[in-house]
């Protein structure tokens, strides 16, 4: 089902007005204050949120661990049937999704089907509510010592802005198959994509009081994270915030799981598909999500002999990119999430600059015209950039990469890892034991070779490093969500 511009507003307006989602009931409660909320396409106010703050996450945390008994008690095969369901109604409503996602962050609605991701998310997670299983502990004599999985009860998640529905799939619904219930918060910068996926959810069946959704900033995620009665926490984000939870959730010893930023190399071979590597370097590096991707590769280590053809090509294809309009289907590139995150990276664009970083390619300003009074960024490239610079070695979140050189394997395995992060390495060669060989070297939880086919719900994603800790997808991603219980029978 198509769904426009203007039905799409309507739809954030109503969300907005309908306010978070605690139990079976809608709640409008602001003791974190209001938001306003603005179109990154177009800089307008489109809603004003209420947000949440302690008391709001009191109320969902008390109902979450109240409606934990109902759920368990629930036969799996049910339990597997409604995530099915919810799966089909995320599928079936994958435009809306899109739409929406386009207004939450700005993200085309060509460029990323944010239903239908979530729903593969679900539907493999749904598989997997019957296959959690426990072990027999062989001992002497007539004992009998088994080990069982069991959910931890309630999580809190706090999804991040950059992809809420998304954010949904990867962390609440592995939550909920495991048999735990859920507090999430969805960050006010994107709130829309979390509070429609919690609808989808009551409409398929979840009972009411198993996923929570309240929608806040910092004070909301701060009493999330030390509440007594949340009993772990998976969070992504940024390694700053992730301080603050880590520091918090300290005070009751709380369980973390974190997925964190990266500043992930992408590394070009002679012998690679040079078509095929600078097209991805492109995209990936400065377009997809406007740079906003914590695993996008937006260090690009290109050799010596082949650098100044893949630079070409790069600028070539970067300046060729339709921006614009997200809803407009011809688009590739949208804004940025917010006007201070615009501000942001124009700010980090022109330190670059003026501390000789590297040589700026192409982009660099913010887009006028028909775009001015929107959050648009320039997609960026520098070249010859100082691999010892902030803008090599930070997290920029924005469309700008950075172009390094490189002489060896050794010289460029040792850059790669030279850096705080270690969420994602992309390597280019046609050599399949160079492949091999430098993918074991690599300090990263994903290396992904010769193209980019994309996060699969079926594997394990995460960090290592200050990427962060634990896992999303696969048996990785739903066992975060159980603990071991040893049971001994006499």
């Not at 309507?10 to 974190?32: N, P």
Request: net charge negative; charged share 20%; hydrophobic share 45%.
């Amino acid at each position: 089902m198509a769904v426009d511009a203007a039905a799409a507003t309507a739809l954030v307006e109503e969300l907005a007005a309908r306010g978070h989602v605690i139990g079976g009931r809608r709640s409008t409660g602001d003791s974190g204050g209001v938001y306003e909320h603005h179109n990154p396409a177009t800089g307008v106010l489109q809603a004003k949120l209420p947000l949440a703050g302690a008391a709001e996450v009191d109320d969902a945390v008390a109902v979450a661990r109240g409606s934990r008994a109902e759920w368990r008690a629930i036969p799996m095969p049910e339990r597997m049937a409604i995530l099915y369901r919810l799966a089909d109604l995320l599928e079936a409503h994958d435009d809306e999704a899109c739409a929406i996602n386009a207004l939450d962050n700005g993200t085309p609605t060509s460029a990323m089907r944010s239903g239908a991701y979530t729903a593969a998310w679900t539907r493999y997670y749904a598989g997997w509510v019957d296959k959690l299983d426990g072990e027999v502990v062989p001992v002497a004599g007539d004992v009998l010592d088994v080990v069982l999985p069991e959910p931890y009860g309630v999580i809190g998640a706090i999804v991040p802005w950059n992809g809420p529905m998304m954010g949904m799939g990867q962390k609440a619904v592995p939550a909920l198959a495991a048999g735990n219930t859920v507090v999430v918060k969805p960050p006010e910068l994107a709130p829309f994509g979390a509070l429609r996926f919690a609808e989808l959810a009551l409409e398929a069946g979840i009972p009411p009081g198993v996923l929570n959704v309240v929608v806040g900033g910092a004070a909301a995620g701060d009493a999330l994270v030390r509440h007594p009665e949340v009993d772990k926490v998976s969070f992504t984000g940024g390694c700053a915030t992730a301080r603050l939870v880590m520091a918090a959730a300290a005070e009751t010893l709380t369980p973390l799981t974190f997925e964190l930023g990266g500043k992930s190399a992408n590394i070009v071979f002679p012998d690679a598909d040079l078509d095929g590597a600078a097209s991805m370097a492109a995209m990936l590096g400065a377009v997809l999500l406007s740079g906003q991707g914590c695993a996008l590769p937006t260090r690009l280590y290109v050799h010596d002999d082949v650098y100044d053809d893949v630079v070409a090509r790069v600028v070539a294809q970067i300046e060729a990119v339709p921006v614009g309009d997200p809803f407009d289907p011809a688009v590739l590139m949208g804004p940025v999430v917010s006007e201070r995150a615009c501000e942001r990276i124009l700010g980090v664009i022109h330190r670059a600059v003026d501390e000789g970083a590297g040589t700026l390619l192409t982009g660099g300003e913010r887009l006028g015209g028909a775009l001015a009074a929107g959050y648009f960024v320039a997609p960026t490239v520098f070249g010859d950039v100082d691999h010892d610079s902030s803008l090599a070695r930070d997290e920029i979140f924005g469309p700008v990469l950075s172009v390094l050189r490189f002489h060896d394997e050794d010289e460029v395995v040792d850059k790669a890892n030279d850096s705080p992060f270690g969420l994602s390495a992309y390597l280019h060669t046609r050599d399949g034991a160079r492949a091999q060989r430098i993918a074991r070297r690599l300090d990263v939880g994903t290396v992904i070779v010769n193209g980019f086919p994309g996060m699969s719900p079926g594997a394990p994603f995460g960090g290592v490093k200050q990427s962060g800790f634990g896992r999303e997808g696969g048996r990785a991603g739903i066992e975060e969500f159980v603990r071991r219980k040893n049971v001994v029978f006499g």
